[in-house]
């Protein structure tokens, strides 16, 4: 994802004094968690990088290890185009190797690593995959492709602009073929508009573990705000189906995004979290119900969610939602799935 300096970002921005406002305890300190989903960047508008990722991880979690997903930064400024993305995996692979030196404590920041992969690049895209196996020193588990395309501009919540019906292109349907032959995970966010092209997908690479980002993307915006049941109609029906499909997995998170529409971070203060766990709660049940914890993980997709709470209210929230899980359910949910899906 090649973003260019001048795209106005879609997400709230990250305001520290105002998410100093609201300071909550650490709701069960000991439970083990694997931060599934998180983003290292340096952009003209904001900077979020080891240092900053692993002071919001030491607020009180036990975060042992952590996924970065690509975000379209430090990507190499010569060479074939195609294979720019590299530097992306490289610079991830770095912060890995100083997370696992133990200067720094014993979280395992990028412990897995998710690069981006380009699927329309069809069967060219092996080169590519095999340079990112390389460059990340083994520590390669997946790649992203984001997908979230709607025809209403103010429907639209990501800094990516794919082409409409990505899924369905031919191309980019050989491009999965070498994500399967290269033994790799399959990422990608869409709209709750798209679940049906994502079950095309799903249904068409049984064979590739496809990992839905950020609860699968009801939007809350443009054309749809202010009409919370048709969409979560809509919504629920989708992801019912694609719970059908064994090989698909959910995130549990990115709910703080604007695109979803709970305002949190236009608000005077910063939510508490009791706020996020009763506006987050029938999205992330209802994905729990259909996949089951097995095929479920949390996520903080930091720093975009920090737009709207702090990490620590984030987690908070979470273990709220899941309070009512057993102990095997709360292991797969924060940690056991995402170490087994992305093999740490």
């Not at 095999?130 to 990501?158: F, K, Y």
């Not at 949190?264 to 089951?292: H, M, N």
């Amino acid at each position: 994802m090649s973003i260019s300096p001048n795209t106005p970002s879609p997400h709230f921005p990250v305001r520290e004094d105002w998410l100093r406002l609201h300071q909550e305890a650490i709701i069960a300190p000991d439970q083990p968690i694997i931060d599934a989903h998180h983003h290292l960047w340096e952009r003209p508008e904001s900077r979020y990088l080891f240092l900053d990722y692993l002071n919001d991880v030491e607020t009180g979690h036990n975060i042992q290890a952590s996924i970065f997903m690509e975000c379209g930064t430090m990507y190499r400024n010569s060479g074939p185009d195609e294979l720019r993305c590299v530097g992306e995996v490289e610079f991830a692979a770095g912060n890995a190797a100083m997370g696992a030196s133990g200067s720094f404590g014993e979280y395992r920041v990028c412990d897995g690593i998710i690069g981006y992969g380009d699927l329309l690049l069809g069967e060219r895209l092996e080169a590519v995959l095999q340079a990112q196996i390389t460059a990340s020193g083994q520590r390669l588990r997946g790649v992203r492709q984001i997908a979230a395309w709607h025809e209403d501009p103010a429907a639209r919540g990501s800094l990516a602009s794919p082409p409409s019906d990505l899924l369905l292109d031919p191309e980019f349907r050989k491009g999965m073929k070498e994500v399967e032959r290269a033994g790799l995970t399959f990422d990608t966010f869409v709209y709750h508009t798209q679940l049906g092209e994502l079950l095309d997908l799903a249904q068409a690479a049984p064979h590739t573990k496809i990992i839905i980002n950020h609860t699968g993307g009801a939007i809350g915006i443009g054309p749809y705000a202010g009409a919370q049941n048709e969409v979560f109609a809509e919504w629920s029906a989708g992801m019912r189906e694609l719970a059908r499909c064994e090989n698909t997995f959910v995130k549990l998170g990115g709910l703080g995004m604007k695109v979803f529409g709970h305002g949190f971070g236009d608000k005077d203060r910063p939510p508490s979290s009791e706020a996020l766990a009763t506006a987050w709660r029938p999205y992330i049940e209802t994905c729990i119900e259909l996949f089951g914890p097995r095929r479920c993980m949390f996520e903080s997709n930091f720093p975009v969610d920090k737009g709207s709470c702090c990490y620590a209210v984030l987690w908070n929230a979470f273990k709220r939602i899941a309070s009512g899980a057993g102990p095997a359910e709360m292991e797969r949910l924060f940690h056991g799935t995402a170490a087994q899906v992305y093999r740490l």
